[in-house]
């Protein structure tokens, strides 16, 4: 198999027409539409379903105008497939378990066109979501054997920001004027900074530039970074003055390490490996990986920090809790022997522009010394 993200592009196309189907079939029971309104309900979701798949292969090869305004249309009606398909089904079996009761309202057309008023007002909270700036967030770990003079040192991270046709530049000039508020001492990108195969915006490599940070910027790359073996962003973020950690390790301030990884899933398989067994183990390390899973070797001794992100914590809910299972460490702070781990919900989104319960963050580091 060449493409693996081709099945997995049918796949979501054929998730969307699950959705679009079960939606109509909702409506024209729940609203007791007649046969002229069926029609037009089965007709409207077949319709989106296909504009889905050609609006997402027009797109592949054109940009701006057309393309972008039917990128963002198939995206945002996918979203709103999704949380309008979960809302409809949650409210389907109350109301049916009413209808049980014997509660005569839940069999009403006005009981129907609440649920859609409901499900209409989520999709409207995740396009605001979706468009917040990031917040910061800080979170203070203890670092054993964190140098005393270290103690307070600041790691602004920036995760997932997906920046592309959907996530404009502006955004990413926001979370330049945040960070520039708080000056951080090391700036660390953990991958999917931009979106797969489209042209970095005109600008971008002047912000990053732009953004304080007294001891320079690091990054590795992510999965969306690697469809193109990771070169073409690598170039990219070496023009703009940040360091690639591509299995590499460097010292930016003397008694602490900073190390990190290309995309676990689609690198060197035996990347943290390699790096493992060529750490300096008396000096924390920060560890830099975009996938947060698949680096038990680096935490096995030593201590630090490892910085992760690819979760959005679910970004859509409720795919946040189906996705948990997939993975050891999903969001926040955990504990790994004496490292902590921190995973980042990150600063933009993936495919529709949009985000619910699961806010956008910069996560901001604080390193404390500790025994």
């Given at each position: 198999m060449k493409n693996p993200f081709h099945l997995f592009g049918l796949g979501l196309a054929l998730f969307y027409l699950a959705f679009n189907v079960y939606i109509a079939l909702w409506l024209a029971f729940?609203?007791?539409?007649?046969?002229k309104g069926?029609?037009?309900?089965?007709e409207t979701a077949l319709l989106l379903?296909?504009?889905?798949?050609?609006?997402?292969?027009?797109?592949?090869?054109?940009?701006?105008?057309?393309?972008?305004?039917?990128?963002?249309l198939a995206l945002f009606g996918f979203g709103s497939a999704f949380?309008?398909?979960?809302?409809?089904?949650?409210?389907?079996?109350?109301l049916t378990v009413l209808n049980g009761l014997g509660v005569d309202w839940a069999r009403t057309r006005a009981a129907g066109g609440g649920v859609l008023l409901l499900a209409a007002a989520f999709v409207a909270l995740a396009v605001w979501s979706g468009a917040e700036t990031p917040r910061l967030k800080r979170v203070e770990v203890t670092v054993k054997g964190l140098p005393k003079a270290l103690d307070g040192f600041t790691i602004a991270q920036i995760s997932d920001l997906h920046l592309g046709r959907m996530i404009k530049l502006e955004r990413l000039e926001k979370i330049a004027a945040t960070l520039n508020e708080v000056r951080p001492d090391l700036i660390v990108i953990t991958g999917d900074f931009s979106e797969r195969r489209e042209p970095m915006p005109e600008g971008t490599c002047g912000i990053i530039?732009?953004?304080?940070?007294?001891?320079?910027?690091?990054?590795?790359?992510?999965?969306?970074d690697m469809f193109t073996a990771g070169e073409v962003a690598a170039g990219f973020f070496e023009s703009c003055g940040v360091k690639m950690l591509r299995g590499q390790v460097y010292e930016p301030v003397p008694g602490l390490l900073v190390a990190g990884v290309?995309?676990?899933?689609?690198?060197?398989?035996?990347?943290?490996?390699?790096l493992a067994a060529a750490l300096d183990r008396s000096k924390p390390l920060v560890f830099l990986s975009h996938q947060p899973q698949g680096f038990d070797e680096i935490t096995a001794a030593g201590s630090g920090l490892v910085l992760s992100g690819h979760t959005h914590a679910g970004q859509i809910f409720p795919f946040g809790p189906l996705e948990r299972k997939m993975f050891k460490y999903f969001y926040g702070l955990y504990k790994a022997g004496n490292f902590s781990v921190y995973v980042t919900s990150g600063a933009g989104a993936w495919g529709p522009p949009?985000?619910?319960f699961a806010d956008s963050e910069l996560p901001l580091l604080i390193l404390r010394s500790g025994l």
């Open positions: 729940r609203l007791r539409l007649g046969p069926r029609f037009i309900v089965y379903s296909a504009f889905y798949p050609l609006a997402r292969f027009f797109a592949s090869t054109h940009f701006g105008g057309i393309a972008d305004i039917m990128l963002w949380i309008s398909f979960w809302v409809l089904l949650a409210c389907d079996l109350s530039k732009s953004i304080y940070s007294r001891y320079g910027k690091a990054a590795v790359l992510g999965n969306h290309d995309d676990l899933r689609r690198g060197d398989g035996e990347a943290v490996r390699k949009m985000r619910l």
